[in-house]
Each structure stands twice: as structure tokens, then as C-alpha cells.
């Protein structure tokens, strides 16, 4: 009977694999084949040709494990019942079994993975006790391969199963051979940083070792310990290592004077005066490298004890502080693919929390660098409800026009000037943000159209329309009037501006007076011929900005009298006000709007658009935190207001009824800002009076929004 099955076994290809199935499968089988059938032969199967995908790569070297199933079956259930199951000499399977190895490709310098692949594909563990695709747990019992389900024998894997099979290997070794991009690689290493940082040290290198990603080189690693450990001289030594690895080798030079320059500070602080002169002398002065800085470096030498030293030196003293930072001042020299610089991922984040800030349309708080105030899981935006759109109060005391408004430097207090003669100081209720009226300042008989506070806000001067000589010099504390200066009848004395020195002011007008006076009115300097229609001092205490009938901003220095033209322009400038770093300039242009120049460069940045400028005198202003905004009244009845990156408007305020001639913005107080009208009222604008917990966090609104 034996040799009839192999007889059998010899001329029918579904035997290549037999010998994979141990005599306890065969048994198992013919036991549950009697037992199913009573005795009697299946009915034949039809045998199922592997695809060429499943073979060893030579035709007709794969078979289907279903066909050889029926073959084991059929001869296992032909004899009678009766007789015990079939025995099989093992060393005859063992021999079977290395022979379609052979056939199959395996073992004759086949790649190891690949034979792994193929065996799986046969229908066999790749390794003793692992998993197959479908769920079963394998294991080898005496070299013959036995699945288990909860103790229970099961039948061989049908041709769909080993497919199933082979394809979830094939995905498993293509996975892992999968290389990480550049990208990938960073975020990896910028992760690990973080993470080490924070102590999880265990998990970044579970993390490097699962991703076959290197922290840092382990060069650069191996300085780090020995720098934070103080070790000296190994720290030197590695400076060798790491010399190969570095853009600029002569970078070396500076680190090495870093590293001995915290030696020698360390062994101050320590009392080890010999040892910190040695280090002087015969390591920092061979270096021939800033002996300026080692001169300094000497001098601490004459320091009586420690808390002297640190403070001479600015230093925080021996500790993982002060070798933090100079691991941190090291690690400039290094390139990243060698050390990561400090703290990258939070650097990065920051980034990207100042630059979503610095676009969005409606920020007007103040930046804060710490990420804790902020979420890095929703995008940064503003509400428009918190942006001083919304009329909070109209000041109707004045009856006449009002024609110009501004706030005092410290924000405390709103200057407003009228036709009706008078000017009205209102104190601001910084709780509240609401105004009430301090001091009414009387007798300017033709009027105020310009008002300016002087440096500390202890003056306030007020200038006329174009036909007034006079101007008035008010202590704004006590509400007397210091100085009424007049230089003549025939003078036009419209504009002015303080001297950032608090005690000189410049003033003039279109009729040709261009003059430089103290607090008592008295005048110091003159510059003839100048006709001019607005002023402004730069901080330099010397330069001063006019504007003239020539359609230009030239630049007067009142020490060397010299001048040079730094803004022309097509048409009129009616006004101009300049930024509080001097930098840039607004101007009101007749017919054209509202334009920004960089006085710097002398270049026209840009050209806002919306407002409707004609020939009357209106007053725009920087505002909001870091001066990120513009603001101009307009000959529509409106205020319009333009970041100022944005050509376009991001808000139009409604609500007066004649032509708004001046804005002014809270200098301290950057959600709030008023504007002056022809209606005879002063509109205070703010935040929305109702926020809800979403409009706080300025999440419920988007930045483009325009409603008025």
C-alpha cells in the first residue's frame, strides 16, 4: 500500500508539496474523509494551475493546494474501511520535500527574503510560531507544519488563502524596505528633539531605532555629554572628530574659544586661581583669537569671591545653565545634519503662530512669542467684532464743525478742536473706554484745525484755519494758557509740531513763515520762503519733515540749514503723519487718496484705495499695535480703514453725516479710536459692546469680513 501511494505520488504534479503536510495531517484527513463520506470516494476535483505570481519563476514548478488536497484525500479514503491509516516513512517525505525545494528555486542561492516569500506562497510558516494572514498561529512539530484554531486540526490552506497570504508578505517587506523622504527624516529628528527634551528619552530611541533615523551624529552627540559633563579637554578633543564634518573648519578657532572660556570661568568660580591663569596664558592666548574679549577675561581675575564674578561676567555660574546656553552658542558653528539647533520644533512653531498673526487681517492685540497662549491645533484668526468698528459713544458738546481730534500720547486723554472756537480736553476711563469731558479751553477766535501734545502731554498747542496768525500754547494740567505767540498779522500759522526734546516746537503756514520757537514763544530759528501745509519732527531732534505748495515733503535741518527733497508728489499734499519709528509717511493727497512712503528709501509703497479726497484738509493715522493699521476720514461721510499690507479696505464706518476731517487712534489703548465730523460730533469706535466666549477667542469670524 505504501509503495502504491508513492507510485501514485511520482507521476501526479499536485505531489510537489505533499511532503509539506506531516503524517498527522495525512492522518487527519483520512480519518475525517471516512468519517464524512462513509467510506465512499469524492467525487474528483478539478486541479487549480497556480498563477506564475505564486511559483518559483520556472513553468509548471507551482501547484495549487486544493488539487493536492484532493489527491490526499482520495487516496487516503479509496481502500476499505477497516484498516488503520496510512503510515508514511518520514526519511522518503524528507527527501520528497528537499527535492521540490530544489524545483522550486529555494536554497540554490535564492535571496533569503525571497525563499521566505516562497515558502509562504507553498503554503508554509515563513518561521516557526508566527502568524498567518489569517489569524491562525502556525508552529513545526517534528518538521511537519501543523495550523491550530483553539486546539482543533484544520485542513490546508485553500489557493485563495496562500494568495491572500503571499500578498500580505509581499506588502509587509515592501513596507519595510520603504526609505523615509528628506522631509519625513527631519520631522522625525525634530520630534526626537522635542521629546528629548522633554526626558522622554526612552521614547526617542525607540523612535530612532524604528525609523532608522539618527538624531544627531554621534560625534556630535558624544561633545554634548562630555561639554555638559565638563569635561574639557575630551569636549577639545572632539572638536577633531567633529572638525571633518563642518562647512567652515575654521569655525574651530571660536568654539574651542568658547569651550575654554567657560573652562576658565568655571575654575574662577571654583577658587582654582592657578588653573584658571593656566588656561589664560597657555590655552585662550595661543588661540591669537579676539584678545579684546581675553583682556576682559583677565580682569576677572581680581574678583573677591563668586556672586562678584557672576555679575562682572553676566554669567549664572557653573551648571547645566550656563553649559545649556554655550552648547547653544556652539551649536551655530555646526551644520544640522550634524546637531540639531536648539529647541527647532518650538522655533518653527512660533514661526508659524507670528506669520498666521501677521496675516490676519483684524489682529490688533499684542504678540506674544509664548506658544502656551496660544492653540497650535486650530488656525489663527481674528474676529471683525473685535475691532474698533463699532460706535461706542458720540460726543455732541462741541456745536460746530469739529475739525480735527487727537489723542494724547499716553492715551489717556482726546483733544478735540471746532470752528465753534473752542477746544475740549476729555478724559478717557481706561475700565470702560468711555469719555467724559475734563476741560474746555476757549477763545481761539477763528477757530482749531490742529492740535499736537507735546512728548510728555503736559502742553497742548493749537493752530487755526489758513487766515489766523495766532497760536495758542495751553498747559493742559492746570488749563492756563501759556503762550499766545502771534509774529505778525500777516502770518498764517496752521500747522505745527513738537520737538521730541518737549521744549522747542516748529509752526507755519502757506503764507511763507517757517519758524522754530521755545515754550515762551520766543524765536530761535526761521527759514524763509517756505510755504507750508504740515510739519512733523523727526527723533533725531534735528530733522524737520514740511510739506509745501510744491507738491513735495522736503527734509529742513534748522543746525546746518541745510535741506533736501525727500517725496514728491503729482498733486497737493493736504496732510501727512509719520510713524513712530520714523520710517514711514501717510499723506492725504488732493484727488488721489491716501498713499504710503518709505522716507527711508524715498519710494511710494503704496496707494489705498476707497476714500474720497478732494481739496479739503483731512487727517489719517497709524494705529493698533505695532502701528499694523491706517485710518482716514473721507469726504463720503465715512471712516475707512486699511491694513497696512492691504491696498483694500478691511472696514468702512458708518454713522456720520458730513465729511469726516480727522481719525485719530488710541496710541495706549489700540481698541479704540475717534473721528471728527462736519456733523459737529465725535464718534468713539470700539469693539462690538456684546462678545460671546467664540468672539474672545477670535474664532467665530472671518478676517475678510467687510460689514459695516
Not at 226 to 239: I, N
Not at 621 to 633: K, L, M, P, T, V
Request: with cysteine.
Amino acid at each position: 500500500m505504501e509503495d502504491q501511494w508513492f507510485g501514485v505520488g511520482a507521476c501526479d504534479n499536485r505531489l510537489l508539496t505533499t511532503a509539506a503536510l506531516g503524517e498527522e495531517t495525512l492522518a487527519s484527513a483520512s480519518s475525517s474523509s471516512d468519517s464524512d463520506t462513509g467510506g465512499a470516494s469524492p467525487p474528483p476535483r478539478k486541479k487549480h494551475r497556480a498563477s506564475a505570481a505564486e511559483g518559483a519563476g520556472e513553468p509548471g514548478a507551482s501547484t495549487g493546494t486544493v488539487g493536492l488536497s484532493a489527491v490526499v484525500l482520495g487516496l487516503a479514503t479509496s481502500h476499505p474501511p477497516g484498516p488503520p491509516a496510512i503510515h508514511i516513512n518520514r526519511t522518503i517525505v524528507n527527501n520528497i520535500s528537499s527535492n521540490i525545494m530544489q524545483a522550486n528555486g529555494a536554497g540554490q542561492g535564492q535571496d533569503p527574503e525571497l525563499s521566505c516569500l516562497s515558502s509562504a506562497q507553498n503554503g508554509e510558516s515563513s518561521s516557526a510560531g508566527g502568524a498567518h494572514s489569517n489569524g491562525l498561529i502556525s508552529s513545526t512539530d517534528n518538521g511537519n507544519t501543523v495550523s491550530t484554531n483553539n486546539g482543533a486540526s484544520a485542513g490546508v490552506a485553500s489557493g485563495t488563502s496562500a494568495a491572500s497570504a503571499s500578498g500580505s508578505e509581499v506588502g509587509l517587506t515592501m513596507k519595510k524596505k520603504k526609505r523615509l523622504s528628506q522631509s519625513e527624516e527631519d520631522v522625525i529628528r525634530l520630534i526626537g528633539q522635542h521629546l528629548h527634551g522633554l526626558g522622554l528619552n526612552q521614547t526617542v530611541d525607540l523612535l530612532m531605532q524604528e525609523s532608522g533615523c539618527r538624531l544627531e551624529h554621534p560625534a556630535a552627540t558624544k561633545f554634548r555629554n562630555h561639554v555638559m559633563e565638563g569635561e574639557w579637554d575630551k569636549a577639545e578633543s572632539d572638536l577633531n572628530e567633529l572638525k571633518a564634518l563642518m562647512h567652515s573648519p575654521s569655525a574651530i578657532v571660536r568654539m574651542k574659544f568658547l569651550l575654554l572660556q567657560q573652562k576658565y570661568l568655571e575654575y574662577l568660580e571654583d577658587g582654582k586661581v592657578l588653573e584658571a591663569l593656566q588656561v589664560l596664558r597657555g590655552e585662550l592666548t595661543p588661540l591669537k583669537y579676539n584678545t579684546e574679549r581675553i583682556h576682559v577675561l583677565s580682569g576677572y581675575l581680581m574678583c573677591s569671591h563668586a556672586e562678584d564674578l557672576r555679575a562682572k561676567a553676566e554669567w549664572e555660574g557653573k551648571g547645566a545653565g550656563s553649559r545649556c546656553r554655550l552648547l547653544d552658542k556652539l551649536q551655530t558653528y555646526l551644520p544640522p545634519s550634524v546637531m540639531l539647533p536648539p529647541r527647532r520644533l518650538q522655533t518653527l512653531l512660533r514661526q508659524a503662530v507670528e506669520l498666521q498673526r501677521d496675516r490676519c487681517l483684524y489682529h490688533n492685540t499684542k504678540l506674544d512669542s509664548n506658544l502656551d497662549s496660544v492653540s497650535l491645533l486650530l488656525d489663527h484668526v481674528c474676529s471683525r467684532k473685535q475691532f474698533p468698528c463699532y460706535t461706542q459713544q458720540i460726543l455732541t458738546e462741541h456745536c460746530n464743525e469739529v475739525w480735527f481730534c487727537k489723542f494724547s500720547n499716553d492715551g489717556m486723554k482726546l483733544a478735540t478742536g471746532s470752528k465753534d472756537t473752542t477746544v475740549i480736553i476729555w478724559q478717557v476711563d481706561t475700565d470702560t473706554h468711555q469719555l467724559k469731558l475734563l476741560k474746555t479751553l476757549e477763545g481761539h477766535a477763528y477757530g482749531v484745525s490742529y492740535l499736537a501734545w507735546s512728548p510728555d502731554d503736559t502742553y497742548l498747542i493749537a493752530c487755526g484755519p489758513d487766515d489766523c496768525s495766532e497760536l495758542w500754547l495751553w498747559n493742559v494740567q492746570t488749563g492756563e494758557l501759556r503762550t499766545k505767540m502771534s509774529q505778525s498779522h500777516e502770518d498764517s500759522l496752521t500747522s505745527v509740531a513738537w520737538n521730541p526734546d518737549a521744549k522747542r516746537f516748529v509752526t507755519g503756514g502757506q503764507r511763507g513763515q517757517f519758524y522754530q520757537c521755545d515754550l515762551d514763544g520766543n524765536l530761535l530759528d526761521s527759514w524763509e520762503g517756505v510755504r507750508v501745509q504740515c510739519l512733523w519732527c523727526l527723533s533725531d531732534g534735528r530733522t524737520v519733515l514740511a510739506s509745501d505748495t510744491h507738491q513735495r515733503i522736503r527734509g529742513y535741518n534748522f543746525e546746518d540749514l541745510t535741506d533736501r527733497n525727500i517725496v514728491q508728489e503729482d498733486h497737493p499734499i493736504m496732510s501727512f503723519t509719520v510713524s513712530k519709528n520714523g520710517r514711514l509717511a501717510l499723506l492725504n493727497v488732493a484727488t488721489q487718496g491716501v498713499h504710503l512712503w518709505d522716507l527711508q528709501d524715498r519710494v511710494l509703497v503704496r496707494k489705498y484705495q476707497g476714500v474720497t479726497q478732494g481739496f479739503y484738509t483731512i487727517h489719517s493715522c497709524f494705529g493698533g499695535h505695532n502701528e499694523d493699521f491706517i485710518a482716514s476720514g473721507s469726504e463720503d461721510h465715512k471712516v475707512y480703514i486699511w491694513h497696512k499690507r492691504s491696498e483694500l479696505p478691511i472696514a468702512e464706518l458708518t454713522g456720520h453725516t458730513r465729511t469726516v476731517n480727522c481719525v485719530s487712534w488710541n496710541p495706549a489703548l489700540p481698541g479704540l479710536m475717534a473721528s471728527a465730523s462736519d456733523d459737529g460730533t465725535v464718534r468713539i469706535w470700539g469693539p462690538a459692546p456684546f462678545l460671546d466666549s467664540q468672539d474672545l477667542e477670535g474664532l467665530n469670524e472671518n478676517c475678510c469680513s467687510m460689514d459695516s
